[in-house]
């Protein structure tokens, strides 16, 4: 595994029954018509300091992360969360922006009953030791 991956490139976890991955890929969808160069592939787009880059799904052949690659949690068709692997492409416009996270906004519905999965996530990628330390901190300063 890559010293720069935060997760095992190989982890999957299972979506709950509830999930909806036709619902929640027909709003992906809506991604591929804004940046028809995806060309149908997974997509998403990240905020980096006050500029925007979109990044589109290649082949996992399981080598080494490119520098201008890396690893998103994604909801699949087989009703689980995995990394897909991804690499960054053009930067966004400030308009191509506001349109692609308005759509990731109508995502964040379809993507509710996955949250328990995700904080699943966070917490693996954060780890104990760095969770008790927030508590502890959280816990002194409301005392």
Known sequence: MS???????QSVYRLPANFDFQNYIETERELWALFPETDGKRVNFFQIGITARLFVEVPDD?????????YVFMPCADNTMRP????AGRRLTLTEYRMAHLTAIRMLGKLNPASTVMQKIGRAILGQELLDEVRTRIQDTSE
């Open 3 to 9: 010293e720069y991956a935060l997760a095992d490139p």
């Open 62 to 70: 399981g080598s080494d992360l490119l520098e201008n690659e890396t």
């Open 84 to 87: 897909i692997r991804m690499e």
